[in-house]
């Protein structure tokens, strides 16, 4: 099975940057993902990493060490929408789901403050 | 694009009561997944279906949860009888083979009593 942790909450201010790490245990790698989800609404997809390294899309970025089971998602100029939990979620070869379900972590809620 | 639909966004029902969740897959995604999410323990998979077979159950809590998938446009999600415990937002999802995106729906709000 897989461990997925990431903090539980965190505040950061309009127009900053903040880092959510993600650190996971799974025994067959297959993918790493982030999701946003606003209350009460559906996950939204973000970013995928399935090599090394960082994947940049807009104001979000995506980091990942495979070696270390270490990812973050960096957001820059943040803006008050970007209030809302984000979800670390990781494919494993042999986990339940025929190895394309996704096992989440419980999720950071993110407040921004102005 | 429609997305992935479901239905219905809300319901309340006695407990020992039969549930029925409906979802509706992305035309052309080939992959449905069930989700349920609840305060104490996240989102957590249920049942994946792949070309409208089920892959893996493993997730589904007891024998009081089901799911078909009739065809590649329907599935549904039946809980017979309905416990106060199975109270929590049930969410599907569909992939398609070689994008490695998922594509959630609104989800369904189910609140047993």
Known sequence: GQNIDQPTEMTATEGAIVQINCTYQTSGFNGL?????HAGEAPTFLS??????????????????????????LLKELQMKDSASYLCAVRDMYSGGGADGLTFGKGTHLIIQP | DAGVIQSPRHEVTEMGQEVTLRCKPIS???SLF????????????????????????????????????????????????????????????SRSSGFYGYTFGSGTRLTVV
């Open chain 2, 28 to 30: 052309g995604h080939n």
């Open chain 1, 33 to 37: 993902f982030w999701y946003q989800q």
């Open chain 2, 34 to 93: 069930w989700y349920r999410q609840t305060m104490m323990r996240g989102l957590e998979l249920l049942i994946y279906f792949n070309n409208n077979v089920p892959i893996d159950d493993s997730g589904m809590p007891e024998d009081r949860f089901s799911a078909k998938m009739p065809n590649a446009s329907f599935s549904t999600l039946k809980i017979q009888p309905s416990e106060p415990r199975d109270s929590a937002v049930y969410f599907c999802a």
């Open chain 1, 48 to 73: 995928y990493n399935v090599l090394d390294g960082l994947e940049e899309k807009g104001r979000f970025s995506s980091f990942l060490s495979r070696s270390k089971g270490y990812s973050y998602l």
